[in-house]
Nanobody, 120 residues
Framework: QVQLVESGGGLVQAGGSLRLSCAAS????????MGWFRQAPGKEREFVAA????????SYADSVKGRFTISRENTKNTLYLQMNSLKPEDTAVYYCAAKNYVYSGKYDYWGQGTQVTVSS
């Protein structure tokens, strides 16, 4: 069974930065793709960024392009999200997720989430 544990959330002023981490554990952790999602109060969960675990190919939501960077450290089974130039509208619970196959329609594993709050 794969477990994902996020960390690094917190309170930051607009324009500031945070780096989220997602540590993965499991006997045979070898995902096809990992991603970050977020859910703001009263809103649906939305895609933020994703990366292919093997190749490092990335994709981003338009709302975070140029501000957020997703990366991974395969030897440590850890996913990161560097968030710069944060805006109040980035406030949400951030979740990391993993799926077994790159082209699967759904993510198979989810973390418990970490709160990011951006004050104006």
């Amino acid at each position: 069974q794969v477990q994902l544990v996020e960390s690094g959330g917190g309170l930051v002023q607009a324009g500031g930065s945070l780096r989220l981490s997602c540590a993965a554990s499991g006997r045979t952790f070898n995902p096809g793709r990992m991603g970050w999602f977020r859910q703001a109060p009263g809103k649906e969960r939305e895609f933020v960024a994703a990366t292919n675990w093997s190749s490092g190919t990335t994709s981003y939501a338009d709302s975070v392009k140029g501000r957020f960077t997703i990366s991974r450290e395969n030897t440590k089974n850890t996913l990161y999200l560097q968030m710069n130039s944060l805006k109040p509208e980035d406030t949400a619970v951030y979740y990391c997720a993993a799926k077994n196959y790159v082209y699967s329609g759904k993510y198979d594993y989810w973390g418990q989430g970490t709160q990011v709050t951006v004050s104006s």
